[in-house]
T-cell receptor, first 115, second 109 residues
């Protein structure tokens, strides 16, 4: 199956700093990428959907100035958590879809801890 | 509104069979997915159903009835490694995934 690579898998950062998470589709062109976050023992929560070359569509309640999403190419999308706070600590997962959508392929996830 | 319902937790015995149900109400339908998620890891894809009926893949099978808004995931010959959360997700008319809260499956020896 298709492969989506997400990096880093774990990151610890200080409050007030910014963290960038990369999501790459390795063997297909991802026209659409989805960014999720998951708190412990809870379901995935969609944060935003991005289409290559256009601005991301954010879900209600997600601050677009805090969670910057860039989808500049068909194989790369980035999520930047700006001015991170401890409450931003979570598991962030990207998924990618392209062409004939029969599956949404997931990255490995990034565990962010803000101290 | 859009809604996906699945049981919160189920317990089964090693070697047995378990069926995890999922009911949904969404705006449009472009397929139903089942994912397995072990603690601390990203979900991994198990199955995709877009037409009514049963899809079998080894020990795992998934069933869909679009008229009833219902699906189930059937796991046979349960192994301890099958202990995980199982997530049901529906792709709506905008090609967005609507997620259920997940079913935590506990396998006992």
């Amino acid at each position: 199956g298709a492969v989506v690579s997400q990096h880093p898998s774990r990151v610890i950062c200080k409050s007030g700093t910014s963290v960038k998470i990369e999501c790459r589709s390795l063997d297909f062109q991802a026209t659409t990428m989805f960014w999720y976050r998951q708190f412990p023992k809870q379901s995935l929560m969609l944060m935003a959907t991005s289409n290559e070359g256009s601005k991301a569509t954010y879900e209600q309640g997600v601050e677009k100035d805090k969670f910057l999403i860039n989808h500049a190419s068909l194989t790369l999308s980035t999520l930047t958590v700006t001015s991170a706070h401890p409450e931003d600590s979570s598991f962030y997962i990207c998924s990618a879809a392209g062409g004939e959508i029969t599956e949404a392929f997931f990255g490995q996830g990034t565990r962010l801890t803000v101290v | 509104g859009q809604n996906i319902d699945q049981p919160t937790e189920m317990t089964a015995t090693e070697g047995a069979i378990v069926q995890i149900n999922c009911t949904y109400q969404t705006s449009g339908f472009n397929g139903l997915f089942w994912y397995q998620q072990h603690a601390g890891e990203a979900p991994t894809f198990l199955s995709y159903n877009v037409l009514d009926g049963l899809e079998e893949k080894g020990r795992f099978s998934s069933f869909l009835s679009r008229s009833k808004g219902y699906s189930y995931l059937l796991l046979k010959e349960l192994q301890m490694k099958d202990s995980a959360s199982y997530l049901c997700a529906v792709m709506d008319s905008n090609y967005q995934l609507i997620w259920g809260a997940g079913t935590k499956l506990i396998i006992k020896p």
